[in-house]
Nanobody
Framework: VQLQAFGGGLVQAGGSLRLSCAAS????????MGWYRQAPGKQRELIGK???????NYADSVKGRFTISRDNAKKTVYLQMNSLKPEDTAVYYC?????????????????WGQGTLVTVSS
């Protein structure tokens, strides 16, 4: 089971970028999915989450600029980032609560994607 994130890159301030993160493997249920980021020299912080029913919540720093959505059929979560600022520069990580098949049967565990770098130039 893995989460794989795509879409990072270099963008100018004021621009937009869309990240995606796909889950793969023996997955029975995908519960909450979310995005975190970690800027250089700072702790990882929560950007926002989306429930299996599509309810979202966001950190104050990104409200009104970032949108999280998901496609349950594709097992994918998205992060649409608009009006990007240099302070949004960070490695972005996806995260998901998955019910997956393990040696002990179906179990709920939390998984992280590998991270994708977003750089916003001024």
């Amino acid at each position: 089971v893995q989460l794989q994130a795509f879409g990072g890159g270099l963008v100018q301030a004021g621009g937009s970028l869309r990240l995606s993160c796909a889950a793969s493997g023996s997955i029975r249920t995908i519960n909450d999915m979310g995005w975190y980021r970690q800027a250089p020299g700072k702790q990882r912080e929560l950007i926002g989450k989306i429930t299996s029913g599509g309810i979202t919540n966001y950190a104050d720093s990104v409200k009104g600029r970032f949108t999280i959505s998901r496609d349950n059929a594709k097992k994918t979560v998205y992060l649409q980032m608009n009006s990007l600022k240099p302070e949004d520069t960070a490695v972005y990580y996806c995260n998901a609560d998955l019910v997956t098949l393990t040696r002990k049967g179906w179990q709920s565990n939390n998984y992280w994607g590998q991270g994708t770098l977003v750089t916003v130039s001024s």
